[in-house]
């Protein structure tokens, strides 16, 4: 069984920052790509950064040079550095990754989401 874990949101004032942590646990093999996307509210959910096990990442244009990916091999752990943070950034923010457990093949997990509310 495989569980990721999202901490690090809140509420925060406008042009503030945040570091969101996402950690995974389970018979855990493989972690392949990572990546952090969010939900606003009557919206669908976008991918926001990716980071592949060998650290190239990709963001969505509206966070690039705001936000900041990366990944701790060793912890199985993505973060999501968030800089001049801005209203629109409100949304649920969920991490997933591509993960290769013993038994079985590469599967796509995600965690549950944590809240970022960013006060104008």
């Known amino acids: 069984q495989v569980q990721l874990v999202e901490s690090g949101g809140g509420l925060v004032q406008a042009g503030g920052s945040l570091r969101l942590s996402c950690a995974a646990s389970?018979?855990?093999?493989?972690?392949?790509?990572m990546s952090w996307h969010r939900q606003a509210p009557g919206k669908q959910r976008e991918l926001v950064a990716t980071?592949?096990?060998?650290?190239?990442?990709n963001y969505l244009d509206s966070v690039e040079g705001r936000f900041t990916i990366s990944r701790d091999n060793a912890l199985n752990t993505v973060y999501l550095q968030m800089n001049s943070l801005k209203p629109e950034d409100t949304a649920i923010y969920y991490c997933?990754?591509?993960?290769?457990?013993?038994?079985?093949?590469?599967?796509?997990?995600w965690g549950r989401g944590t809240q970022v509310t960013v006060a104008s």
């Open positions: 997933a990754a591509g993960i290769r457990v013993v038994g079985d093949t590469t599967r796509t997990y």
């Open positions: 389970g018979n855990i093999l493989v972690i392949n790509s």
């Open positions: 980071t592949s096990s060998y650290g190239r990442t």
